[in-house]
């Protein structure tokens, strides 16, 4: 699944590390997620959405379906 | 399984397993020493030879209650992938070596190995897949 997280992490200045934090999740799970080797689930998805204040699918796209 | 210092559950998790080996010393000593000085028989002796056995239901326990209090889902992923790769490998060395042994006629499997061959692959396979989510 492809994600915008890391053109969103830039445009806060965040590093992994901040982001990492703020999910309350371990920096290797930014990266895995950013990188799309791992799919996160519904409730981190949301937590992401809440804290980039944007939808799921702004963040997130089925790669698929592009 | 790695070990990430500022993850709690990763941090329970090593002290409940280190108390469950602690155990286990405890009860294995216990268990040669009974055997050793009191040479037990029947019931008694079933019960004392399994003694050492239970600390490792414990350390099997301690694994699923890490895997239900682990709040990172992808660490949670990770291990589940190297506890799945223990648990194939173990069996896979065992059942290649069960053939072994009734067909080829090789030496007999100490069973007590079991357990420290599951350990074994798990360690492989943890950095297996650290590698491969690097």
């Known amino acids: ?66 | 399984m790695a070990c990430t210092s500022n993850n709690p559950a990763q941090r329970r998790f090593f002290y409940r397993f280190a108390v469950a080996m602690l155990l286990y010393a405890a009860a294995l000593v216990l268990s040669i020493l009974g055997f050793v000085h009191y040479r037990p028989t029947g019931v008694l002796a079933y019960l004392l030879a399994v003694l050492p056995a239970l600390p490792i239901f414990v350390m099997l326990a301690v694994i699923g209650v890490y895997l239900a209090e682990e709040t990172d889902e992808f660490v949670r992923n990770l291990q589940i992938q190297a506890l799945l790769g223990g648990i194939g490998g173990t069996l896979a060395v065992v059942s290649v070596w069960g053939f072994l042994e009734d067909l080829a006629h090789v030496r007999r499997l100490d069973l007590l190995l079991v357990y420290p061959l599951f350990w074994v692959f798990v360690g492989i396979s943890t950095v297996v897949v650290r590698l491969r989510y690097r």
């Open chain 1, 1 to 66: 699944m492809k994600n915008r997280l890391r053109v969103l992490r830039a445009e806060r200045n965040w590093s992994q590390a901040d982001l990492a934090q703020r999910l309350e999740v371990s920096r290797q799970s930014v990266n895995a997620i950013e990188t799309g080797k791992f799919d996160p689930s519904l409730p981190l998805a949301f937590k992401l959405a809440r804290l980039f204040g944007a939808t799921i699918e702004q963040i997130f796209s089925d790669e698929s379906e592009s």
